[in-house]
T-cell receptor, first 118, second 113 residues
């Protein structure tokens, strides 16, 4: 079974703090994603990475950065946390679309980190 | 970019009844449409998906239909059970290297006894 783990289930930080959210997957997937989930807004893509050291902006990258130094690990960084970044953060991974021969591969999600910024 | 709208936002059905959740998408190039189920305290999990070359797909009590002309797709759950209670998300994607998904806003399904 694919396993995506996130470093914390709950996190409370102060405004202005630098925050690191860590995600690790054990299926040798090339693609990794960070989403935030807010009530009434669904899941919105922050950043994704399709290879080590590669990253691309998603739909809402402002205020966030990412790091992917190893294939299995994808980190989301809040350089200076603000209260409007209070949210549920979800990490996901998938194989290259060409791996399955179908042109698309399932995204597998971690359990999420609920971040509160005070 | 792609925009996915999902309705209703909440749905309450009695056990044994059917439930239908509908989504529309804006980008005619989208060709992959997965549905995810999110139970309390867990991340979303894929339950069924459909590609644009297929009009309908079934897996036991769940089915998905796709109307490419109208750009909408629907999730149908028959004979609902209490364990079907969860939040359901539709999504759309153009297949490619990273298969980036655009999600709908979610439907909270409550199955009552």
């Amino acid at each position: 079974d694919v396993k995506v783990t996130q470093s914390s289930r709950y996190l409370v930080k102060r405004t202005g703090e630098k925050v690191f959210l860590e995600c690790v997957q054990d299926m040798d997937h090339e693609n990794m994603f960070w989403y935030r989930q807010d009530p009434g807004l669904g899941l919105r893509l922050i950043y994704f990475s399709y290879d080590v050291k590669m990253k691309e902006k998603g739909d809402i990258p402002e205020g966030y950065s990412v790091s992917r130094e190893k294939k299995e690990r994808f980190s989301l960084i809040l350089e200076s946390a603000s209260t409007n970044q209070t949210s549920m953060y979800l990490c996901a991974s998938s194989a290259y679309a060409g791996t399955s021969g179908s042109g698309v591969d399932t995204q597998y999600f971690g359990p999420g980190t609920r971040l509160t910024v005070l | 970019g792609e925009n996915v709208e999902q309705h209703p936002s909440t749905l309450s059905v009695q056990e044994g009844d059917s439930a239908v959740i509908k989504c529309t998408y804006s980008d005619s190039a989208s060709n992959y449409f997965p549905w995810y189920k999110q139970e309390l305290g867990k991340g979303p999990q894929l339950i069924i998906d459909i590609r644009s070359n297929v009009g309908e797909k079934k897996d036991q009590r769940i089915a998905v239909t796709l109307n490419k002309t109208a750009k909408h797709f629907s999730l149908h759950i028959t004979e609902t059970q209490p364990e079907d209670s969860a939040v359901y998300f539709c999504a759309a994607s153009i297949t490619g290297t990273a298969s980036k998904l655009t999600f709908g806003t979610g439907t909270r399904l409550q199955v009552t006894l």
